[in-house]
């Protein structure tokens, strides 16, 4: 009976919230005005590493049309990695031909779309939230997208020999100063965009990042993509993501709309 | 006559999985704009977009059900919207973009909720500007 009041008191003490899209910034620096300050310096963790951790966001740098911008802005480099880049990415001729194929049908088939993984470099484009745990021999990177997890490995392990090729492949990190490098190998072969355009990856490639908290507010991540079997040559892609102070990852579990189907046939 | 069935029941199946988190491009025309007035019946708060479905009168008072998508539900939920602000019932008045299949289904860009306040859809432009 105690029990129920003190539940009944907490109910009623706490600000009602309908989820937690906007919760109290308790840990970040603030303005004197009260506001997160977003350029403070990069916080540290007890060893004296760079503390990556905190609720993450891809960059929103898209180029607005001469109409206005979108609504929901995204990053360029979602819809063609090689944005920025003097002459885009480096394809092998199979790999640019099948990017004007999958371009031309507006992205249709892209495995994102069918709800399937997007791999770790949309891991830094695609517009949901990420959520970095760190400890001085594991990263984690929760993904909302997917509901999903990565796994960068700081122990000392070696990359395995002769893996399973999965989505996110496998990945293995060192400091190098106050920069994460991160190399992954282990893809799978043929079904992992990079971007909406289509650019492919294969089973060959190796993906380092260089991954820095620039400040409190920014990830700056530089990808250098060696993959031999659809690119001439090794490319290097600067993502930006940003902190968003007072966010909490929310489920997005892409599948929920293929079980709308049942409700589609029965009523 | 089952095989017919199986047949709809792919048809339709596979309708479910096209509506699935896509390029805007892909689905939507957008030099197709339309504005629609009618009366909520259901509403999907689901990912990967959220689904509502209004009764819309023609003038001569004919009712047809149509769909409308917006944007997934993390990021509608943190530009404002809540489960409370679109209800079975409401009347709202939806500006948005036909399908390309000509079918009853629309992409929401800006919702007018039954309090005259405008939410907006969270529609993507996924084609880089040209």
């Known amino acids: 009976m105690q029990a129920a009041f003190v539940l009944l008191f907490l109910a009623l003490a706490l600000p009602a919230r309908a989820q937690w899209s906007d919760v109290p910034a308790t840990t970040v620096p603030k303005n004197s005005d009260g506001s997160p ?10 060893d004296g590493k760079p503390d990556l951790s905190g609720v993450w966001r891809p960059d929103r740098n898209q180029k607005c049309p001469p109409d206005g911008c ?21 394809y092998q001729t199979w790999a640019a031909e099948l990017v004007k194929k999958r371009s031309a049908s507006a992205g249709k088939d892209d495995p994102t779309s069918h709800c399937f993984p997007g791999g770790i470099v949309r891991l830094h484009t695609y517009p949901t939230f990420n959520k970095i745990v760190q400890t001085p021999t594991l990263v984690v990177i929760l993904s909302e997208r997917e509901t999903s997890y990565r796994q960068i490995f700081l ?50 490639a190796t993906i380092i ?36 102070p007072s966010a909490e990852l929310m489920d997005f579990v892409c599948v929920e709309n293929d079980a709308s189907g049942p409700q589609f046939l029965g009523k | 006559m089952r095989w017919a069935t199986l047949a709809a029941l792919l048809v339709m199946l596979h309708g479910a999985t096209a509506q699935a988190h896509h390029s805007f491009a892909a689905e939507y025309d957008g030099k197709k704009p339309a504005t629609f007035t009618g009366t909520v019946t259901k509403v999907e708060w689901t990912n990967p977009h959220v689904h509502f479905f209004l009764d819309v009168k023609d003038p001569s008072g004919t009712a047809a059900q149509w769909e409308f ?19 079975p019932g409401d009347t709202v008045t939806v500006d948005g973009y036909l399908a390309r299949d000509g079918s009853h289904l629309a992409n929401a860009r800006v919702v007018t909720l039954r309090d005259g306040r405008k939410m907006s859809g969270g529609t993507m432009a996924d084609e880089p500007a040209n």
Do not use: C
């Open chain 1, 37 to 46: 300050n977003l350029n403070a310096p990069a916080p540290r963790t007890a």
């Open chain 1, 70 to 90: 979108p609504d929901n802005q995204m990053s360029e480099q979602f819809l063609d990695l090689g944005w920025g880049l003097k002459d885009g990415l480096p």
């Open chain 1, 155 to 204: 122990d000392g392990r070696p990359l395995p020999n002769d893996p399973l090729p999965t989505w996110k492949g496998y990945s293995i990190a060192h400091w190098d100063g106050d920069t994460l490098v991160v190399e992954s190998t282990g893809f799978r072969g043929e079904d992992i965009w990079l971007d909406r355009k289509g650019s492919p990856l294969t089973d060959a």
């Open chain 1, 209 to 244: 990042e260089r991954i820095r908290r620039v400040n409190f507010g920014r990830l700056q991540t530089q990808m250098t993509i060696s993959d031999a079997k659809a690119y001439t040559r090794p490319f290097t892609v600067t993502l930006n993501e940003y902190l968003e």
């Open chain 2, 69 to 87: 998508t917006m944007g997934a539900v993390n990021g509608l939920f943190r530009r404002g919207w809540t489960k409370e602000l679109l209800k």
